[in-house]
Nanobody, 120 residues
Framework: QVQLVESGGGSVQPGGSLRLPCPAS????????MAWHRQAPGKQRELVAS???????NYGDTVRGRFTTTSNNAKNAGSLEQNTMTHEDTAIYYC??????????????WGQGTQVTVSS
């Protein structure tokens, strides 16, 4: 069984920063890609950022230039660094990963989410 556990959420003032780590644990072969999604109240879940094992990253238009996603292949972990935050960044943030299992088949997993609130 594979688990993804986000942490680092909380409350921050506009213009502030947060860092959300997401380590993957369990019995598997490797992490192929990791991504971050968020869902604000009354809105659909949206893709925030994604990164491959070759550290090729992509970002949603609303966060590009403010958020940075990184991966640590040796630790099977990723993170999302959020800077210059605005009220519109308030949401539950989820990390999800594409995992290569020990039988070499791929499967997707999601974390439970962490709440981020931007408030003055």
């Amino acid at each position: 069984q594979v688990q993804l556990v986000e942490s680092g959420g909380g409350s921050v003032q506009p213009g502030g920063s947060l860092r959300l780590p997401c380590p993957a644990s369990g019995d598997f072969f490797s992490v192929l890609t990791m991504a971050w999604h968020r869902q604000a109240p009354g809105k659909q879940r949206e893709l925030v950022a994604s990164i491959t094992t070759r550290r090729s990253a992509n970002y949603g238009d609303t966060v590009r230039g403010r958020f940075t996603t990184t991966s640590n292949n040796a630790k099977n972990a990723g993170s999302l660094e959020q800077n210059t935050m605005t009220h519109e960044d308030t949401a539950i943030y989820y990390c999800d990963a594409r995992i290569k299992q020990n039988n070499l088949k791929q499967k997707g997993y999601w974390g439970q989410g962490t709440q981020v609130t931007v408030s003055s």
